[in-house]
Protein backbone atom coordinates (compact mmCIF):
# COMPACT_ATOMS: atom_id res chain seq x y z
CA UNK A 1 0.00 0.00 0.00
CA UNK A 2 3.05 2.58 0.89
CA UNK A 3 4.32 1.99 -2.73
CA UNK A 4 1.33 3.13 -4.38
CA UNK A 5 3.01 6.05 -5.15
CA UNK A 6 3.14 7.57 -9.07
CA UNK A 7 7.41 7.94 -8.89
CA UNK A 8 7.53 5.05 -7.37
CA UNK A 9 5.53 3.69 -9.57
CA UNK A 10 7.48 5.09 -12.64
CA UNK A 11 10.58 3.66 -11.22
CA UNK A 12 9.29 -0.25 -11.29
CA UNK A 13 8.12 0.15 -14.79
CA UNK A 14 10.97 0.97 -16.38
CA UNK A 15 12.79 -1.58 -14.65
CA UNK A 16 10.68 -3.66 -16.04
CA UNK A 17 10.61 -2.46 -19.23
CA UNK A 18 14.33 -2.97 -19.51
CA UNK A 19 13.71 -6.08 -18.35
CA UNK A 20 11.46 -7.11 -21.25
CA UNK A 21 13.74 -5.49 -23.88
CA UNK A 22 16.59 -8.11 -22.71
CA UNK A 23 14.69 -10.50 -23.51
CA UNK A 24 13.75 -9.23 -26.83
CA UNK A 25 9.89 -8.23 -25.90
CA UNK A 26 9.24 -5.26 -27.45
CA UNK A 27 7.97 -2.81 -24.72
CA UNK A 28 7.84 0.68 -25.15
CA UNK A 29 10.16 2.76 -22.68
CA UNK A 30 9.17 6.26 -20.81
CA UNK A 31 10.16 8.52 -23.05
CA UNK A 32 13.04 11.01 -21.88
CA UNK A 33 11.11 13.98 -20.91
CA UNK A 34 10.78 16.84 -18.37
CA UNK A 35 7.21 18.33 -17.35
CA UNK A 36 8.04 21.83 -15.73
CA UNK A 37 4.67 22.47 -13.32
CA UNK A 38 4.69 25.65 -11.35
CA UNK A 39 2.92 26.09 -7.83
CA UNK A 40 2.05 29.48 -6.44
CA UNK A 41 0.75 30.31 -2.86
CA UNK A 42 -0.99 33.52 -3.87
CA UNK A 43 -1.51 34.75 -0.15
CA UNK A 44 2.14 34.63 0.03
CA UNK A 45 3.26 35.43 -3.16
CA UNK A 46 5.85 32.66 -3.20
CA UNK A 47 6.19 30.66 -6.41
CA UNK A 48 8.19 27.26 -7.01
CA UNK A 49 8.95 25.52 -10.54
CA UNK A 50 8.53 21.79 -9.86
CA UNK A 51 10.48 19.54 -12.39
CA UNK A 52 8.98 15.96 -13.14
CA UNK A 53 10.26 13.37 -14.92
CA UNK A 54 8.48 10.99 -17.11
CA UNK A 55 10.75 8.07 -15.75
CA UNK A 56 12.63 7.86 -12.36
CA UNK A 57 15.24 7.59 -11.42
CA UNK A 58 16.11 10.74 -13.70
CA UNK A 59 19.29 13.10 -13.12
CA UNK A 60 17.55 16.40 -14.70
CA UNK A 61 19.91 19.64 -15.01
CA UNK A 62 18.26 22.78 -15.54
CA UNK A 63 18.84 27.02 -16.78
CA UNK A 64 17.15 29.57 -15.57
CA UNK A 65 17.67 32.25 -18.31
CA UNK A 66 16.91 30.52 -21.64
CA UNK A 67 19.71 28.77 -22.51
CA UNK A 68 20.40 25.11 -23.08
CA UNK A 69 21.61 23.17 -19.85
CA UNK A 70 24.66 21.04 -19.49
CA UNK A 71 25.94 18.38 -17.39
CA UNK A 72 27.80 21.37 -15.26
CA UNK A 73 24.54 23.20 -15.27
CA UNK A 74 22.25 23.14 -11.67
CA UNK A 75 20.94 19.59 -10.67
CA UNK A 76 17.61 19.54 -9.93
CA UNK A 77 17.00 18.46 -6.30
CA UNK A 78 14.20 20.16 -4.99
CA UNK A 79 11.54 22.98 -6.36
CA UNK A 80 12.75 25.65 -7.24
CA UNK A 81 11.58 29.56 -6.12
CA UNK A 82 11.34 32.11 -8.50
CA UNK A 83 11.34 35.78 -6.50
CA UNK A 84 10.94 37.63 -9.95
CA UNK A 85 10.74 36.01 -13.68
CA UNK A 86 12.61 33.39 -15.41
CA UNK A 87 12.96 31.14 -18.40
CA UNK A 88 13.47 27.55 -17.33
CA UNK A 89 14.81 24.95 -19.67
CA UNK A 90 15.56 21.52 -18.52
CA UNK A 91 16.66 18.40 -19.52
CA UNK A 92 17.14 14.75 -18.61
CA UNK A 93 20.98 13.41 -18.78
CA UNK A 94 22.65 10.19 -18.00
CA UNK A 95 26.52 9.52 -18.61
CA UNK A 96 27.26 13.48 -19.31
CA UNK A 97 24.95 13.36 -22.11
CA UNK A 98 21.36 15.05 -22.62
CA UNK A 99 18.60 12.31 -23.12
CA UNK A 100 15.78 13.22 -25.27
CA UNK A 101 14.73 16.62 -26.07
CA UNK A 102 14.92 19.82 -23.51
CA UNK A 103 12.16 21.54 -22.45
CA UNK A 104 11.29 25.24 -21.61
CA UNK A 105 8.76 27.39 -19.89
CA UNK A 106 8.61 31.04 -18.84
CA UNK A 107 7.80 31.47 -15.25
CA UNK A 108 7.00 34.81 -13.96
CA UNK A 109 5.95 36.09 -10.29
CA UNK A 110 4.33 39.30 -10.96
CA UNK A 111 1.95 41.15 -9.14
CA UNK A 112 -1.40 39.36 -10.29
CA UNK A 113 -0.03 35.93 -9.46
CA UNK A 114 -3.09 33.59 -8.18
CA UNK A 115 -5.32 36.22 -7.95
CA UNK A 116 -8.84 36.39 -8.99
CA UNK A 117 -10.21 36.75 -12.57
CA UNK A 118 -13.66 37.92 -13.63
CA UNK A 119 -14.72 37.14 -16.96
CA UNK A 120 -16.86 40.06 -18.36
CA UNK A 121 -17.44 37.79 -21.58
CA UNK A 122 -17.66 34.11 -21.43
CA UNK A 123 -16.91 33.40 -24.99
CA UNK A 124 -14.27 30.68 -23.48
CA UNK A 125 -13.91 28.31 -26.25
CA UNK A 126 -10.51 26.73 -25.04
CA UNK A 127 -10.21 26.64 -21.13
CA UNK A 128 -6.68 25.63 -20.71
CA UNK A 129 -6.09 25.54 -16.84
CA UNK A 130 -9.59 27.03 -16.28
CA UNK A 131 -10.45 30.25 -13.96
CA UNK A 132 -6.56 30.01 -12.52
CA UNK A 133 -5.09 29.89 -16.54
CA UNK A 134 -4.56 34.00 -16.83
CA UNK A 135 -2.92 35.01 -12.98
CA UNK A 136 -0.77 31.10 -12.54
CA UNK A 137 2.45 32.80 -14.04
CA UNK A 138 3.12 29.71 -16.04
CA UNK A 139 3.74 30.88 -20.15
CA UNK A 140 2.51 29.44 -23.29
CA UNK A 141 4.55 27.80 -26.32
CA UNK A 142 4.11 28.06 -29.84
CA UNK A 143 0.91 25.79 -30.04
CA UNK A 144 -2.37 26.89 -28.81
CA UNK A 145 -2.35 23.30 -27.82
CA UNK A 146 -0.30 23.05 -25.08
CA UNK A 147 -2.74 23.40 -22.11
CA UNK A 148 -1.89 27.31 -21.31
CA UNK A 149 -3.15 29.86 -24.01
CA UNK A 150 -7.15 30.13 -22.96
CA UNK A 151 -8.95 30.84 -26.28
CA UNK A 152 -11.98 32.94 -27.06
CA UNK A 153 -14.18 32.99 -29.41
CA UNK A 154 -15.42 36.68 -29.37
CA UNK A 155 -13.80 39.57 -27.82
CA UNK A 156 -11.91 39.40 -24.18
CA UNK A 157 -12.64 41.63 -21.62
CA UNK A 158 -11.28 40.64 -18.14
CA UNK A 159 -10.25 42.26 -14.58
CA UNK A 160 -8.36 40.58 -12.23
CA UNK A 161 -8.55 41.62 -8.23
CA UNK A 162 -5.50 42.43 -7.03
CA UNK A 163 -6.90 42.20 -3.26
CA UNK A 164 -5.92 46.03 -2.40
CA UNK A 165 -4.82 49.07 -3.92
CA UNK A 166 -1.20 48.62 -5.52
CA UNK A 167 1.47 50.76 -7.50
CA UNK A 168 1.09 49.64 -11.03
CA UNK A 169 3.52 49.97 -13.07
CA UNK A 170 3.14 48.05 -16.46
CA UNK A 171 -0.13 45.62 -17.28
CA UNK A 172 0.30 43.49 -20.18
CA UNK A 173 -0.71 40.41 -22.28
CA UNK A 174 0.59 38.27 -24.92
CA UNK A 175 -1.53 36.98 -27.92
CA UNK A 176 -1.07 33.95 -30.00
CA UNK A 177 -0.15 34.49 -33.63
CA UNK A 178 -0.44 31.41 -35.75
CA UNK A 179 -2.78 32.53 -38.57
CA UNK A 180 -2.78 29.14 -39.92
CA UNK A 181 -4.39 27.45 -36.36
CA UNK A 182 -7.01 30.47 -36.28
CA UNK A 183 -5.23 32.45 -34.08
CA UNK A 184 -5.19 35.68 -34.57
CA UNK A 185 -3.71 38.97 -32.47
CA UNK A 186 -6.73 41.59 -31.00
CA UNK A 187 -7.48 44.14 -33.35
CA UNK A 188 -7.03 46.78 -29.82
CA UNK A 189 -6.33 46.21 -26.60
CA UNK A 190 -7.56 48.78 -24.08
CA UNK A 191 -6.42 48.39 -20.29
CA UNK A 192 -8.72 50.27 -17.39
CA UNK A 193 -8.56 50.46 -13.59
CA UNK A 194 -10.65 50.83 -10.84
CA UNK A 195 -10.47 51.30 -7.18
CA UNK A 196 -13.81 49.70 -6.24
CA UNK A 197 -14.33 47.22 -9.15
CA UNK A 198 -17.48 48.91 -10.85
CA UNK A 199 -16.14 52.10 -11.84
CA UNK A 200 -13.37 51.48 -14.35
CA UNK A 201 -11.16 54.49 -15.94
CA UNK A 202 -9.63 53.73 -19.52
CA UNK A 203 -5.64 54.25 -19.12
CA UNK A 204 -5.27 53.72 -22.85
CA UNK A 205 -5.60 51.84 -26.05
CA UNK A 206 -2.82 49.84 -27.90
CA UNK A 207 -3.92 49.21 -31.75
CA UNK A 208 -2.56 46.23 -33.28
CA UNK A 209 -1.15 46.74 -36.79
CA UNK A 210 -4.67 44.43 -37.92
CA UNK A 211 -6.08 48.06 -38.06
CA UNK A 212 -3.73 48.81 -40.84
CA UNK A 213 -2.79 45.70 -42.78
CA UNK A 214 -4.16 42.00 -44.04
CA UNK A 215 -3.22 39.19 -40.81
CA UNK A 216 -0.73 38.10 -44.06
CA UNK A 217 0.85 41.48 -44.40
CA UNK A 218 1.33 41.38 -40.16
CA UNK A 219 2.73 37.96 -40.06
CA UNK A 220 5.66 38.77 -42.90
CA UNK A 221 6.35 42.02 -41.45
CA UNK A 222 6.88 40.11 -38.22
CA UNK A 223 8.34 37.19 -39.30
CA UNK A 224 10.95 39.69 -41.20
CA UNK A 225 11.42 41.34 -37.63
CA UNK A 226 11.85 37.65 -35.54
CA UNK A 227 14.68 36.52 -38.15
CA UNK A 228 16.57 40.03 -37.89
CA UNK A 229 16.84 39.92 -34.03
CA UNK A 230 17.56 36.44 -34.10
CA UNK A 231 14.60 34.74 -32.72
CA UNK A 232 11.53 33.68 -33.36
CA UNK A 233 9.78 32.96 -30.24
CA UNK A 234 9.78 35.98 -28.40
CA UNK A 235 8.57 39.31 -27.98
CA UNK A 236 9.61 40.41 -31.52
CA UNK A 237 7.92 36.91 -32.78
CA UNK A 238 5.51 36.29 -35.41
CA UNK A 239 3.82 33.75 -33.50
CA UNK A 240 3.16 36.50 -30.53
CA UNK A 241 1.35 40.46 -30.24
CA UNK A 242 2.60 41.36 -26.84
CA UNK A 243 0.46 44.71 -25.49
CA UNK A 244 2.11 46.56 -22.50
CA UNK A 245 1.27 49.68 -20.99
CA UNK A 246 3.18 51.30 -19.00
CA UNK A 247 2.65 54.31 -16.32
CA UNK A 248 2.01 54.87 -12.39
CA UNK A 249 -1.05 54.03 -11.24
CA UNK A 250 -2.52 53.25 -7.88
CA UNK A 251 -5.58 50.59 -7.96
CA UNK A 252 -7.20 47.27 -6.83
CA UNK A 253 -8.60 45.96 -10.05
CA UNK A 254 -6.58 45.81 -13.82
CA UNK A 255 -9.29 45.13 -16.36
CA UNK A 256 -8.39 44.63 -20.15
CA UNK A 257 -10.89 44.37 -23.07
CA UNK A 258 -9.43 43.12 -26.66
CA UNK A 259 -11.52 43.26 -29.81
CA UNK A 260 -11.32 40.34 -31.98
CA UNK A 261 -10.44 40.48 -35.90
CA UNK A 262 -14.31 40.58 -37.27
CA UNK A 263 -13.56 38.62 -40.55
CA UNK A 264 -11.13 35.86 -41.48
CA UNK A 265 -12.43 34.49 -45.05
CA UNK A 266 -10.70 31.02 -44.28
CA UNK A 267 -12.81 30.40 -40.82
CA UNK A 268 -13.26 31.00 -37.44
CA UNK A 269 -10.48 33.13 -35.56
CA UNK A 270 -9.87 33.23 -31.77
CA UNK A 271 -8.34 35.17 -29.25
CA UNK A 272 -5.36 33.14 -27.16
CA UNK A 273 -4.10 34.75 -24.44
CA UNK A 274 -1.99 33.19 -21.35
CA UNK A 275 -1.39 35.14 -18.42
CA UNK A 276 -1.87 39.22 -17.50
CA UNK A 277 1.28 40.43 -16.42
CA UNK A 278 0.96 43.36 -13.38
CA UNK A 279 4.21 44.65 -11.91
Known sequence: QNL?????????????????LKRGVNAFPNPNSVEIVTEVNA??????VKLEPEREPAEIHYTLDGTAPTE?????KHPISVQDSAFV?????????????????????????GKPVQYYIRDVKYSAEGMTTLTKGNRGG????????????GDFDCS????????????SAEWLRRFEQGAFEPVSVELLTSDDGVNFKSQGV?????????????????????????????????????????????ARYVRLKAKKLAFWADGDNYLFTDEIVVW
Do not use: C
Open 160 to 171: VDLGATTDIHSV
Open 72 to 76: SSPTY
Open 206 to 250: IESSLNKESPTQAFLRGLLKGAAAGRLDEKDSPNTFVSEFKGNWK
Open 142 to 153: MFYLDGKWQGFS
Open 43 to 48: SKQIMK
Open 4 to 20: RLWDNFKGRMDHQVTSL
Open 89 to 113: VAAIFKDGKMEGDKESSRVYNHKAI
